[in-house]
């Protein structure tokens, strides 16, 4: 390289990386107040995020109603489907079993969800509905193979009578596999029903029966959820009307909730799922008691009569949208109804007799063109008449702006929706090239709901990858800097089974036995945990930070503990320096606290069920009168907490 140009670039580097910025934040008023629902989830059964995730059922086709209704099973032997004299009508498929006395018994095996995790030491509850018409017991074992075929633990249960009963037997098994199976074998000759053969933990989260994988809720939890949205994304759509979610059926005794197809088993070519259905098992009644464990206000979202509009073209007429607005009005009832009206009382029978307090409800997922403001409009008329208090939320379709958009929102405005859900699934660049979106909304119509979002960096075939989180973390200043028009906002997807997802990038990634939170999920998880209540003014050179060279920043103020959070974001190749001037702040008062920062110098770096190298670490801070002094390396997130001292 010619010697000048070098001593140039070397000027140059040096310079920027000398480059002071001062930023003043203005703690003596509040600009707006942020919802303390701001940071939320949006849980959808894609990627086996319910059946073969979040829900901890380890049995795949339990009651045998899928289309096929061998899948997931392995049958051996005289083994038959059938459905006269059924246990549940809702679900009246069965397996008899046969042993006819030859040398080969008869059996099954389940293969779960691609594997049974099972882990050494804990307990599993194995339970059955059965019937013999044999007049001398049967006997059967129950057991727990290996990956490698080792049948290591074998329990025998006895069934005596011809009426449906329930048996249940608690394993333990003496090993750990991520892809063990559960085999039945019936060892006397003879004949016995079977069906909703289950396997579950003990240890699921709150220790519930038909509960939740521990350690996923976990995951949630310690993201502090302000708001949670459920149950879907497309699913609450369906593949066609038939298919959608319908809340109903996803309610009652978990044996009786009919099985419904589920949106993603062949939606992408490249990633079909023939056998992913939904059990129901995980249904609204499991949602709102999560929305309760986590501290997050329930947010579900119902079908609005259009059946999802990229798999088909289905759309019930308006004179028939009657009992899809009654679903509505009687979910509403089931969340917040006494325990004498209809659907409280269902609540209440259930187990849970206090009001859920359901605030908010959604109608469509991104539905586009004239048929949905049609449909939105005779469900919000109905909302508001008998429940004046409850948010409605419409869509704005499935993009970040175009045509459809620009339609929606004019029509959301006349409708007089509370929120409007937006969706952007775009680039690390447009992410970053975003920090000013809400800048210059419209403050006068409806709140915004980012209710789907996440960078997608196609050129590393949508990882995870740091580059996403940053650009992520660079522009949820820019919903911090706007909460008094943006008032909630969820990642999306959840959940990714790391041998059976369709969709990708997601939050957190599992495999039968363990959990991954890529370095978006400790995106949310630091703005989740570092809310505040007030937005304060933060400014560069007159101006918001907005990616001037290459920095975002917002401030807010915690009220209850008197902090100020501030958030910055370094996006640039060099560090750079930052003295932040605090306004409002008397004389002898001083800033001390804590800094919590996620870097890393690679942007494709990534976080794996084996290791997670990015997440967030402490850096301390040194204390001086009225202003920091900052130094924000390369590639960067910082939050840093602060306490004014004693005046
Ligand atoms: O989050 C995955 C899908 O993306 C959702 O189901 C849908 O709303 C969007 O298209």
């Keep these: 390289m010619n010697k000048f140009i070098y001593i140039f670039i070397a000027f140059f580097v ?43 059922e380890l049995v795949k086709n339990r009651s045998f109603e899928f289309p096929q209704p061998f899948v997931g099973w392995i049958p051996f032997g005289n083994v038959k489907i059938r459905n006269d004299q059924p246990c549940f009508d809702r679900n009246p498929h069965y397996v008899r079993i046969i042993n006819d006395g030859h040398l080969l018994r008869a059996g099954l095996d389940n293969e779960g969800y691609r594997g049974i995790g099972l882990k050494k030491g804990e307990e599993y509850r194995f339970s059955v509905y059965i019937r013999t018409p044999e007049i001398k017991p049967m006997k059967l074992s129950i057991e727990l ?79 502090k959820p302000g708001v949670f949205r459920f149950p879907g994304g497309c699913i609450i759509e369906g593949n066609n009307l038939s298919t959608r979610y ?56 119902l079908s609005c009569g259009i059946a999802c509009q990229y798999a088909c073209d289905e759309t019930v007429a308006l004179e028939e949208l009657a009992p899809y607005v009654q679903d509505a009005l009687d979910l509403i009832e089931f969340a917040n109804g006494s325990t004498t009206s209809k659907w409280g009382k269902v609540r209440a029978d259930m187990g849970h007799p206090e009001l859920f307090d359901l605030k908010m409800i959604a109608i469509g997922n991104e539905q586009w063109g004239e048929r949905y403001p049609e449909r939105l409009e005779v469900f919000t008329k109905a909302i508001r008449s008998r429940y004046p208090n409850i948010q409605i939320i419409g869509s704005s379709g499935p993009n970040a702006d175009g045509d459809k958009f620009d339609y929606l929102w004019p029509e959301m405005r006349r409708i007089g929706v509370d929120l409007v859900d ?47 989180a940053l650009s992520e973390a660079a522009f949820m200043t820019g919903l911090e800097r706007n909460a008094d028009i943006v008032r909630l906002a969820t990642y999306a997807p959840l959940f990714a089974h790391i041998e059976a997802w369709q969709w990708n990038p997601n939050l957190i990634w599992f495999d039968n036995l363990s959990v991954m939170r890529t370095p978006n999920y400790y995106v949310q998880q ?13 400014q560069m050179n007159g101006k918001s930070v907005t990616g001037q060279d290459s920095l975002y920043a917002s401030a807010v103020l915690n009220t209850p503990t008197g902090e100020v959070i501030l958030k910055l974001v370094n996006a640039g190749e060099q560090s750079a320096k930052v003295q932040i001037d605090f306004k409002g702040l008397k004389k002898q008062q001083i800033i001390s606290g804590t800094c919590t920062y996620l870097q890393s110098n690679n942007w494709e770096a990534i976080n794996t069920l084996k290791q997670e190298l990015l997440v967030p670490r402490i850096c301390p801070i040194k204390t001086q009168p009225r202003s920091l002094n900052l130094e924000l390396q390369p590639h960067s997130f910082y939050i840093y907490r602060l306490q004014k001292s004693p005046s």
Excluded: C
């Design 526 to 538: 630091m703005y989740g945990m570092n809310t505040g209540t007030d937005v304060l003014s933060l």
């Design 422 to 468: 937006e969706h952007y699934y775009m680039s690390p660049n447009w992410f970053f090239a975003n920090a000013n979106r809400y800048d210059d909304y419209d403050r006068k119509g409806p709140k915004v709901f980012a209710g789907e979002y996440a960078s997608h960096d196609h050129s590393t075939r949508k990882a995870n990858n740091f580059l996403t």
């Design 246 to 301: 319908q809340w109903k059926n996803s309610i009652g005794p978990v044996e009786n909730r009919p099985l419904n197809e589920n949106r993603w088993n062949y939606a992408f070519e490249h990633k079909a799922f023939p056998d992913y259905f939904q059990s129901y098992g995980l249904g609204f009644y499991e949602y709102f008691l999560l929305s309760e464990d986590l501290g997050a206000e329930p947010l579900p979202v």
């Design 145 to 223: 193979v290996n990956s490698n075929g080792e049948n290591l633990l074998k329990k025998e249960l006895e069934v005596k009578g011809n009426e449906w009963k329930k048996l249940t037997a608690i394993l333990k098994p003496p090993f750990t596999d991520s892809h063990s199976r559960l085999r039945i074998l019936l060892l006397t000759k003879g004949t016995v029903d079977m069906d909703h053969i289950s396997l579950f933990p003990i240890n699921t989260w709150e220790k519930r029966e038909n509960g939740l994988r521990a350690d996923l809720v976990q995951a949630l939890y310690e993201l």
């Design 14 to 56: 040096s310079n920027i990386q000398a480059q002071q910025h001062v930023m003043t934040v203005d703690v003596s008023k509040s600009m707006a107040q942020i919802s303390p629902t701001m940071y939320g989830i949006f849980f959808e059964d894609i990627n086996f995020g319910a059946d073969g995730g979040l829900y901890a």
